[in-house]
């Protein structure tokens, strides 16, 4: 093989994977789209058409990461990353507002979500920051600079009421583990949701009360105890993180979202009230389920959905893509889909376990991390098993952004990747 040729390697699986759930996932927001009438292929002006731009927009985008050379995303990765802020910041003077949050820059014509970029900026920013001087991640003083680094696009993301696009950042935990992050962030991880659940449900003393008593029983049942500042530290986090929950819900969330986070705890104490709101704000998820439901083993057909034609579920060609492919493809079809995305995280963390670079390998967990809690959190809030979620199917949800997003995101790493491949 001439030496010209080994940048022309990569690996097909994950490309093949990718284009077929973004193939797939096309076909579905063009049957949402569906009213029953002819179908215009190449009007531009519906979502199935603009969604095909992106696509095609895809493939260039494709082009221009993998004729890159590699070592720019590694060299580069700390001015994406601060770029990637202060696009979120810009928001806050020129964002434009949808349904309550202002995470989008109006382009004339189109919107850009600079929330969806920064996930992949953040991934390299953390693969950088691990891999720079053999990084040790169980020093407390890398442990704060590496949450500072995930916390802040998050912060910003969460000041401009998108709690879904917030959310994804507890990924990178599941990446700092795999690097060396003590068992005991994890276990604290844990009681943080328990305590964020407590907060809402029962107030601010009640769950200081019982963060106080964890923290240090933990503490305290250790035989070889370590420094009295970390336990302290760790419960003013605890303390800050659920007082910030709360706050959150009262100040910042929008209404919609308030309310089924309300609806999912039962924090309304008048039962009138409560039943009102769970049959108006419960209609999405009631009318995927019968919509998942009705495909039965096989489906009913391509564009042959009723409740898909009749427009039963709103915003069924972003958040809800997913009861599209249960009432037309049925259970094979859903099936086919979770098997998909199944196989694209795991030869993603397959690969990444091959690398010979720390940065590539830090990458790659990010890149699945990121894509399994978008997967986990779309799929459940489809099937009613969490709250309703503002976050897309990756390469299914309808949106620009959002596609060319997860392109970035994982098209890095297949470049990153070829480095290993490519190989003498």
Known sequence: ???????????????????????????????????????????????????????ILSVVLITLILSIDAKFYERFSSIIYFASLLSLIGLFIFGKSINGATSWYDLGGMTLQPSEFAKAATALAVAKYVSDLQTDIKQFKHQIRIFAII??????????????????????FFVLYREGLPKVYLILGSLLIVLAVLALKF????????ATVIVFGYYFSLKKKPSFLQPALTLLIALLITFGVRYTYDTLLPFHQKDRITIWLSLEKDAGKLAKMKKEAAYNLLESEKAISSGGFTGKGFMQGTRTTGKFVPEQHTDYIF???GEEWGFIGSFAVVLGMILL??????????????????????????????????????????????IPLPMFSYGGS??????ILIFIFVKLDSNRINEW
């Open 151 to 172: 916390i802040a696009p998050a912060f910003l993301i969460l000041l401009q009421k998108d709690a879904g696009s917030t959310l994804v950042y507890g990924a990178f």
């Open 323 to 325: 009861t599209t492919v």
């Open 203 to 210: 107030g601010l003393l009640i769950t200081m009360i019982i």
């Open 1 to 55: 093989m001439r030496k010209t040729d080994r940048h022309f390697k990569f690996d097909w699986i994950t490309i093949v994977l990718f284009f077929m759930l973004a193939s797939f996932g096309w076909l579905n927001i063009l049957s949402a789209s569906h009213t029953g009438e002819i179908i215009d292929y190449f009007s531009f002006t519906e979502f199935y058409g603009k969604q095909l731009i992106f696509l």
């Open 345 to 390: 995280i795991l030869r993603i963390l397959h690969l990444a376990e091959l690398q010979k670079s720390q940065f590539s390998r830090v990458y790659g967990y990010s890149v699945a991390s990121i894509l399994f809690i978008h997967f986990l959190i779309n799929i459940g809030m489809v099937m009613g098993l969490i709250p309703t979620i503002g």
């Open 402 to 407: 959002g596609l060319w997003g997860f392109t």
